[in-house]
DNA sequence: GTATAGAGGATTGTTGAACGATTCGGCAAT
DNA sequence: ATTGCCGAATCGTTCAACAATCCTCTATAC
């Protein structure tokens, strides 16, 4: 029931949509969540290593905040992987197993792939990837080669973006944000990180001249090449295998809803 | 450097690994994770009604835990998607737009289909798909309509297990979650779940006849069917478009990491 | 010597109270 | 009908405290 539709109003429907649409931008952040921003871009970046423990005490008296927002940005940082949580034990930046590194393109494949051949007919809007591909270029040039891979990361980011689903898109950000923390055991980040600069190209050329096909076989390779380089990097590495009984929530990973019982187990 | 390599241990490896896998069970889990479990509970049985407010002091008192260990449940709650949060205006269960629900079943095509297509050679290990179409025949029959939908998606559920993809697991079990609140519109549960009952049994028989190809033609038109009939339910009903500057964490949904900044606004 | 058992210290889990900040609703003034 | 203002209610955040738990180190027994 909604009486007020013939109200006289002053201002159009146009012009409110447009200001609603603008609404998220003023929508100040908490202190947890710029606590959360400013832990995860020095995770990211590497300042914390993975495996490293996080003290509450210490870390709320670095950054000035209680010891209760702390945690709730914890809590936040957890849910995106990047930290894993051990009862009693505190917080610690994730140490992926080669299990998680393999699950991590084993959904990639699924998804991207999936994403490239849901494609309608081209062309296809792909601003975004090349504005990707163009900042990788000029970090290589640059030897920027941190940058080189948060460009990568784009591309692929981008790439999803064209399934036009927020949620797949929140699904792939979560993804390669652990991805990162993969990263950091690669001793040498330009070796890494340039040659799929030119097989992103590749892959844009490709959706460029419409061949949506193609372009998920080459992708397909490219994730295939990926995981194994890392992989073998991480044989040669000595990541102690994550038998432990860290805690890491996936959406609803803590399952077991009343009445429902998930026989996972896992 | 691992020393403890060659330390006499009186357990074989294999009996400490098994162990090992059993820890997760007796992992108590924190206050706040209980607390989780019963609001989770209490929402998708529609105890709580999507758009109803959750104030911290009155359920905090309810449940006997303190306002900031509710508030680390609510933030759980939070990333399931299954609660909003507003600042300085408390906890919503979240009323879905029809947006979301189209979001959702894009995804779950999106995903669901690349599972089916990705399958290996047949047969295919579809024991848990078995026993949910069994607990949906019994649901049935006994008139347990609410089981009924708890049966129907824990078949899907199990579909996407196929993959052997933890991550993609997680990513379902949330999707469907929100599912579950936009059931809670539906007026007639029987009418709506008990004809996709007969639809996942010819899916899966198509599946154990190892005809992946043909259930994937199957389940896709299963989705839309689904989707469409959900979107016009919603129609009918008055369900306020959530323009509101709510905010739910995906996986990193608050992205903006310092020095990558994710142009996206959504 | 090796291994078990126990004591002590450090850190986390949880609570309770407090205070400023923000939102919402109503009432008066225009 | 709109605007401006005020008060009540609730949230955001901090602080201090205590219990529970884990880790380390030492002492003891074999």
Redesign the interface.
Known sequence: ??FAVGFTSAMSDDVLDEL?AD???L????TA?RV???L??RI??GAFRPGARLPEEEIGAALGVSR?TL??AF??LT???LLAHR?NRGMFVRVLTVEDLE??Y??RS??Q???LR?LGEPPYPLAALESAVTAGRGASSEARWRDLG?ANM?FH?AMV?L?????????M???L?ELRLVFHVMDDPRRFHEPYLVRNEEILRTLQQGEAAEAERLLAAYLDDSRSQLAGAYATT?V?RA?D?S?V????????????R???G?
Not at 27 to 30: G, L
Not at 163 to 171: C, F, K, W
């Open positions: 029931m909604f609603a609404r998220n931008l929508s100040r952040t908490s969540e959360a921003d400013i995860r871009s990211i970046e209760n945690r709730e809590r936040l849910h995106e992987r009862l699950d991590i084993r959904v699924l998804v792939c999936a994403v849901a948060t784009r980011q973006e399934a036009g689903s927020p949620r797949t898109d929140a699904l950000r979560g993804v944000a000595d102690p038998r009984g805690t929530y996936g959406s609803a990973v803590h399952g077991r809803t009343a009445g429902e998930t026989a996972d896992r």
